[in-house]
């Protein structure tokens, strides 16, 4: 079974920086795109970045600058290194993981081309 376990959220003042990480477990990730998301309350489900086989990312405009993903094949952990955080980022970041599509170059930022997701970890940042 294919699982997805994000950890390192929790709670930080505004400006500062945390490193959230994902750990694949059931299936390597070195070929696939690797993507974080989040969810603020009432909100929809946004991409934050991705990171593809070769090691390519892509990020939503409003993080470019300040977050930062890398990934460790050999661990099969990818990160989101995250600073000058906002409160307004207060959210459930999720990595997700798209496991149908081989060595796909594009990284998609629509949460429906990712088919394997986490439980999501919980990131407030106050002010």
């Known amino acids: 079974q294919v699982q997805l376990v994000e950890s390192g959220g929790g709670l930080v003042q505004a400006g500062g920086s945390l490193r959230l990480s994902c750990a694949a477990s059931?299936?390597?990730?070195?070929?696939?795109?690797m993507g974080w998301f989040r969810q603020a309350p009432g909100k929809e489900r946004e991409f934050v970045g991705g990171?593809?086989?070769?090691?390519?990312?892509d990020y939503a405009d409003s993080v470019k600058g300040r977050f930062t993903i890398s990934r460790d094949n050999a661990k099969n952990t990818v990160y989101l290194q995250m600073s000058s955080l906002k409160p307004e980022e207060t959210a459930v970041y999720y990595c997700?993981?798209?496991?149908?599509?081989?060595?796909?170059?594009?990284?998609?930022?629509?949460?429906?081309?990712?088919?394997?997701w986490g439980q999501g970890t919980r990131v407030t940042v106050s002010s």
């Open positions: 990171s593809n086989w070769s090691g390519s990312t």
């Open positions: 059931g299936r390597t990730f070195r070929d696939y795109t």
């Open positions: 997700a993981a798209d496991f149908n599509t081989y060595q796909r170059v594009l990284i998609e930022h629509q949460p429906r081309s990712y088919d394997t």
